[in-house]
């Protein structure tokens, strides 16, 4: 029996000022034809996606969000992924070669004039967003073999794109969660317009443009994120949990649950996994004869 091999590395900013915006750097390489399989859940970030000689199918729809790589015949192809509202599967039936990169929550529009709903999530998002002044960046960037080289390569391009008084609003809102999040406090949409001074119109405006959700959506999806760190560092009693972060109950904890990742907080403890602190996924290798 063979086993296919995705070796997954991930890097952190080493700029300073970058770190603000770009939670991580994750590389995907794998050189089988063996499929695997991975499963990632909602959140509040973005990630773009770059791929060489890889074909995207992306199906996102109601009941469906599934995602198969082949390989393909164009030399690059970018993608904007985030705001799921149900897992997010991905099968790779070929060889990978993929290059991402996670910005934190409301970052993107600090890198390019476009507001989310603008942005062509097909295709070429890549040059869409910083159409780098060198022609060959791609190019460059994937004939890179190590991973930090490559990294480095890209802080330099997002560095120069920079313009961080696009997103002062955003940053605010978003600060005023932070002071929250330590302590568990609910935050509302009521509570936000009155820390920054705003209508619920106009903040709903706000994340729509800046983060690409609404607001609600928004405040549902980091409730989840916190409880499942929780559950994945420190495992608790989920009445413990769902009373922590300010669900009704635990049923209502576990529908959310069901909602986000597809299966109850016990039985998804059992399948899940971290990659260097960082990302939480359903890792599935499938073995060939």
């Not at 990659?275 to 599935?284: A, D, E, P």
């Amino acid at each position: 029996m063979e086993k296919s091999l995705l070796k997954t590395t991930i890097l952190k900013p080493e700029n300073p000022v970058l770190k603000q915006y770009v939670e991580y750097f994750l590389f995907l390489r794998k050189k089988d034809q063996l499929p695997v399989q991975y499963t990632t859940f909602p959140n509040n970030n973005l990630c773009l996606a770059i791929y060489r000689h890889n074909q995207v199918n992306h199906q996102c729809h109601e009941k469906l969000n599934h995602c198969v790589i082949r390989a393909g015949r164009e030399e690059f192809t970018s993608r904007i992924y985030g705001f799921h509202h149900m897992p997010f599967r991905v099968d790779i039936q070929q060889e990978l070669d993929q290059i991402c990169v996670i910005f934190h929550p409301g970052a993107l529009k600090a890198f390019t004039r476009l507001n989310f709903d603008e942005i062509d999530h097909a295709g070429q998002v890549f040059e869409q967003l910083f159409q780098p002044k060198e022609p060959y960046f791609l190019e460059q960037l994937f004939g890179e073999t190590d991973p930090a080289r490559q990294a480095r390569r890209l802080e330099a391009l997002l560095l120069h794109q920079l313009e961080e008084h696009r997103i002062a609003k955003i940053s605010e809102a978003l600060y005023h969660l932070s002071l929250a999040r330590p302590h568990h406090q609910n935050v509302s949409v009521e509570m936000l317009c009155q820390k920054l001074g705003i209508s619920d119109t106009t903040l709903f405006r706000l994340f729509k443009t800046g983060l690409g959700q609404n607001p609600q959506k928004y405040l549902k999806t980091i409730r989840f994120r916190q409880a499942l760190h929780d559950l994945t560092t420190a495992p608790n009693p989920l009445t413990t949990v769902a009373l922590r972060h300010h669900y009704y109950d635990q049923a209502h904890f576990i529908r959310d649950f069901k909602t986000f990742t597809g299966y109850s907080p016990k039985k998804l403890l059992n399948m899940v996994s971290v990659q260097q602190k960082s990302l939480t996924w359903i890792y599935q290798e499938k073995q060939g004869e």
